[in-house]
């Protein structure tokens, strides 16, 4: 890995999920603040409600396991188009409009994110109590090492701003529903010996809330024993998790800057006062 | 434009449309052959029943007029589902698997082809007889200088294989739904200052026939005279037609070569004795 300099060109990754795609001003706000960030800059997405819905119009049975989405082959036609069709080819047209060089691309484009599909897990099924061999379907999982570097840094470096959906590919023909959190982590941290990365993850609150029912009670910083204590004292907890742990996982391996905040409040990262700083 | 030498490197276009898209195995041996065309290449993909199904499943009604689709705003999401993300992406992997390093793209990413959606047009309407105001809805309408050869080359040149399915945008967020045929012809116009370019559509015959019920009849060359006496005499008819117009545009536009013939033939480019050949 190379030294990180001043010079190092600066590069932000910014995560969106469903509460901002879900909402047509939101997103459009956005959109417009992600165009005014300075520097070279990736954008990932999640899905959203869409996806659903287009499930139940088509009349597709949804399956879960332990409260997580089964990926059958059905699903996964649903979500190659409503997440690497449907919403990325809006946000490309929509940033292009703002004159920002948006391309939009899955994992498999230019070969630049290989998944491996999640191995059949013997899990403990919470419905039924027992140990079960769980299939979660057409899931991929994404480590730093699955991103195709020198692919992804002639886009960037040529002007074009990346624009993700979580679909990945397996390099056998096999599209995979990937995890956005995950995969915007994985990008920050392979890109992150070539270019002074930051990763930003948007949610539906202003930062990490010391009390989830005040929304003024952001946690304006959490390292690895502060992050420990709040595990203890059940502040932290379940969805927020993963999501932090992605965080940690970035932050650890190279990643200069790991902030957890409101899409709405973009233009706070300025002055470096957006949400939650993750610190070592 | 530069004059073209013999150095000027290679470039190919080829079309599929749901003949190809719509049947799997023909499809995964296309692209194996595909994959095997020697220069650089490029892939531009129509669409195929899948969008017709969606549409029902959906209980989307299709509206026709005078026997052409109407886009409106529903219909344009399927469209951009289905093309841009589920038949696009799928082609990326299986081209992927081949070590062929295919990127997906839509005229909205990296802004690369720039469409004027369609106006409202003042035409016979066959089913009433009468002079209507008809709107096509969100369908775009592309030239030669539609096409941003900048970021185009660039990506070509970095050894991405461009794959494009037809739905373009008008660089103020609305994407448009276009003609395969006229994307793959844009293309081919917009790039032969800089490559020696070949256009080769691929459809469900084994080229022109002279006679219809006939599929050994294949018509070798058209030039525009024959082109005429094959008009008059009815061999070239309806569906035919707009083809060869696009085809006649590009070889007159600076294109190499144009080929119309059939997606299993491919190999048969190698002898430039693939299908009906048009010249000059």
């Given at each position: 890995m190379q030294a990180i300099s001043k010079q190092t060109p600066k590069l932000s990754i910014i995560k969106i999920g469903g509460n901002v795609i879900d909402k047509p001003e939101k997103l459009q706000k956005f959109l417009s603040e992600f165009n005014h960030l300075p520097g070279y800059k990736i954008l990932v997405h999640?899905?959203?409600k869409m996806a659903t819905k287009l499930s139940?119009?088509?009349g597709l049975q949804i399956k879960m396991v332990n409260g997580r989405r089964v990926t059958d082959s059905q699903t996964l036609q649903i979500v190659t188009m409503v997440y690497a069709g449907l919403i990325n080819k809006n946000i490309v047209a929509n940033l292009q409009a703002f004159k920002c060089n948006a391309i939009g691309l899955s994992g498999a484009d230019g070969n630049l994110i290989n998944a491996k599909k999640r191995s059949v897990q013997h899990l403990k099924n919470q419905e039924t109590g027992i140990n079960e061999a769980i299939d979660f379907g057409f899931v991929g999982d994404v480590e730093a090492n699955s991103v195709n570097?020198?692919?992804l840094t002639i886009l960037i470096n040529n002007g074009f701003i990346p624009v993700f959906s979580a679909i990945t590919h397996n390099g056998e023909a096999q599209l995979l529903n990937t995890?956005?959190?995950t995969v915007a982590s994985v990008l920050a941290v392979a890109?992150?010996?070539f270019y002074h990365t930051s990763l930003i993850y948007c949610?539906?609150?202003?930062?990490?809330?010391q009390n989830i029912d005040d929304e003024q009670s952001v946690i304006t910083e959490i390292n690895p024993s502060t992050f420990k204590t709040l595990k203890a004292?059940?502040?932290?907890?379940?969805?927020?998790?993963?999501?932090?742990?992605n965080a940690f996982e970035a932050i650890h391996s190279?990643?200069?800057?790991?902030?957890?905040?409101?899409?709405d409040e973009l233009t706070l990262l300025k002055n470096q006062n957006f949400g939650t700083r993750i610190t070592i």
């Open positions: 999640g899905g959203g139940q119009d088509v570097v020198k692919n995890n956005a959190d890109l992150s010996p949610f539906e609150k202003k930062g990490v809330l004292q059940n502040i932290i907890h379940s969805g927020m998790l993963p999501k932090l742990h190279g990643v200069k800057q790991v902030f957890i905040g409101n899409a």
